[in-house]
């Protein structure tokens, strides 16, 4: 439908990829993508997303506008 439902980052595939040593090649993107996405509203302020990521335990924040994502913020953005 459009809408995303995970995202992959590095240490996805280190954690459950490489790790695993499973064939990169015969390996779905879902079984090791981070699900479900955490997102935020655009309008939100730096602190929120700062707050939301340490609530949720993640590094990155899928930042929507109007429901549609339009950026990802990292916590290394944040520094």
């Known amino acids: 439908n459009g ?3 995970g995202i992959v980052t590095s ?3 280190v954690k459950r990829a490489l790790a ?3 064939d990169p090649k015969a390996t779905l993107i879902s079984s090791v993508m ?3 996405l955490i997102k935020m509203d655009h309008y939100l302020t730096r602190q929120e997303a ?3 990521m340490h609530i949720s ?4 924040l899928a930042v929507t ?6 950026g990802i913020v990292t916590r290394r953005d944040m520094i």
């Open 11 to 13: 240490t996805d595939l």
């Open 20 to 22: 695993k040593g499973v």
């Open 50 to 52: 700062n707050e939301k």
């Open 34 to 36: 981070s699900k479900p």
């Open 65 to 70: 506008k109007s429901g549609k994502v339009i």
């Open 3 to 5: 809408d995303c439902v």
């Open 57 to 60: 335990k993640v590094k990155h």
